[in-house]
């Protein structure tokens, strides 16, 4: 019987991509609003497919990811984001997702995703036309961007959101040191003095 686990933490977004997947024929499907659920979820459901955001509570996408890799599991990651494709992608790819679709497509994109992952086939956008239209600048930022560890990129974004040290310290669960260290480190890589730079760096290039 097909199975599936959504983890958003939007209801809404999860009741769309119920709809979704039981017209793909999903029988048995399950939801999660946060990261920490998900390695527990698999080992308990067994699901065929995960159908994952990336903007989460606790663990965010990546880190579920890299948790599902390291725990040597066996599930079928499609990546249904807001975050752009240019600058996540590629890391999904690296993290073992099999497909990502952006939510800004329309919902055929999804189905279209979907059955081809349980095809045992990837679904990926082609990014090298848009990162080639990248103003100069731009394109210099993004590959301070992608020289990025997971971790780097997952912190700069919460910062960029106005986040506290200790609020981030205690979602991800690391002390308020290593968050400080993280975004003195941030800054530096990023070549930006200050947090409001931090905050204009993230939305010039659509990271929020």
């Known amino acids: 019987m097909k199975s599936a686990l959504i983890v958003d933490d939007h209801p809404v977004v999860r009741a769309a991509v119920r709809l979704v997947l039981q017209a793909e024929g999903f029988k048995q499907i399950h939801e999660a609003s946060d990261g920490n659920e998900v390695v527990q979820m698999i080992r308990q459901y067994q699901p065929k497919l995960l159908v994952l955001d990336l903007s989460l509570p606790v663990f965010d996408g990546l880190e579920v990811m890299n948790r599902i890799k390291a725990n040597h599991l066996d599930c079928r990651i499609l990546v249904f984001t807001s975050y752009e494709p240019l600058y996540y992608q590629d890391r999904c790819l690296r993290a073992g997702a099999r497909a990502y679709v952006a939510k800004t497509n329309q919902l055929k994109q999804l189905h279209h995703a979907i059955q081809a992952v349980m095809s045992g086939h990837s679904y990926f956008a082609s990014l090298a036309s848009s990162a080639g239209a990248l103003k100069p600048e731009l394109a210099n930022e993004k590959q301070m961007i992608d020289k990025l560890s997971d971790r780097e990129l997952s912190i700069l974004v919460q910062l960029a959101l106005g986040k506290l040290n200790k609020v981030i310290a205690t979602d991800m669960h690391l002390s308020h040191k290593t968050v ?18 931090l905050r204009d760096f993230a939305k010039r290039n659509h990271l929020i």
Do not use: E
């Open 180 to 197: 400080s260290t993280y975004k003195t480190r941030l800054m530096a890589k990023l070549a930006v003095k200050s947090a409001v730079h």
